[in-house]
């Protein structure tokens, strides 16, 4: 199986738990008195969403590179990224909203077996997020990234309302609003991730050099390939799950056009072979002092 595969597997994994969750979050937080538990299922809804559009960048990233496109269309995963942001601080707004309308609002306190139901939320969208962040790291996918985020921050909004609940149940009367509070915090804080979702996707976009680890790798590749006495620029930037390569190797400076062009072609060859995260390369051959 292709990371592609896996990837959007893990894609369909989040949006059938997010729906039920949905479903579950709302149901109970309508008849247990609780706006924190009816904010979530409202994070929980716009999830749903999130993992469809992330499900769409996704394959539509991994459509092979055509005339227009040579480098394939990769982009398409941190534009998508950017509309998953978009969805948390939609969420992240709706939520602080009603939650400051229902502050002043007297209203009846939530019912305890709530925080059973928030309990059994909190573990699964923990095990969710490992899952997912797992195979985004395995993937190399920053759509995917942002799909665990949302599982992380559903986990911490459900711990809000958690301790929301539990202080408005345990002083009763006058504390109704504590649930509230809890909900504004959550919107906080999801608003925070997805600043942390934003930015390594701006740095993709902007071909920001970050993957040090890689071009390390790439280096040590190279020198095993017969021919290659040593490597000088290297710049690689992503889209989508691979990375496109620029390398200039060094070789020597007496052979033909003729070796020179076959080492570079054992180069690359070596390099996808030992790297399978890389797509493209362009190998530039410069001549030894």
């Known amino acids: 199986m292709d990371n592609a595969e896996k990837a959007v597997r893990t894609t369909y994994f989040s949006i059938v738990g997010n729906t039920c969750l949905a479903i579950i979050k709302g149901v109970t937080g309508y008849f247990g008195n609780s706006y924190a538990l009816i904010a979530d299922a409202i994070e929980s809804t716009t999830d749903i969403f999130a993992s469809l559009l992330v499900l769409f960048g996704l394959k539509y990233s991994n459509k092979p590179a055509d005339k227009n496109h040579p480098y394939g269309h990769g982009r398409a995963e941190p534009l998508i990224t950017f509309l998953v942001v ?11 909203y009603e939650s400051i309308k229902n502050i002043g609002t007297s209203h009846e306190l939530p019912e305890p077996y709530t925080l059973f139901v928030l309990g059994a939320i909190i573990i699964w969208k923990e095990i969710s997020y490992q899952i997912v962040i797992r195979k985004s790291i395995e993937t190399h996918s920053s759509s995917l990234k942002a ?11 459900s711990v809000t309302a ?9 002083f009763g009367d006058g504390y109704e609003s504590a649930d509230d509070w809890a909900a504004l915090f959550a919107s906080a804080f999801i608003l925070y991730n997805s600043f942390l979702i934003f930015r390594p996707a701006l740095g993709e976009i902007m071909d920001e050099q970050l993957y040090d680890d890689i071009i390390n790798e790439i280096r040590r590749v190279a020198l095993t390939v017969e021919g290659v006495k040593g490597t ?4 690689v930037r992503k889209a989508g799950m691979k990375y496109l ?16 062009h076959e080492i570079s072609h054992r180069l690359n060859d070596a390099l996808k072979k030992e790297i399978v995260q890389i797509g493209q390369i362009i190998v530039h051959i410069e001549p030894s002092e």
């Open 162 to 170: 958690f301790i929301g609940i539990s202080i408005a149940l345990f």
């Open 232 to 235: 000088e620029k290297c710049y």
């Open 245 to 260: 390569v620029d390398l200039h190797a060094i070789v020597d400076a007496t052979i033909s056009v003729k070796m020179g």
């Open 147 to 157: 799909d665990a985020w949302h599982h992380r921050s559903d986990a911490i909004t």
């Open 86 to 96: 978009g969805f948390l601080i939609i969420s992240a707004t709706i939520i602080a």
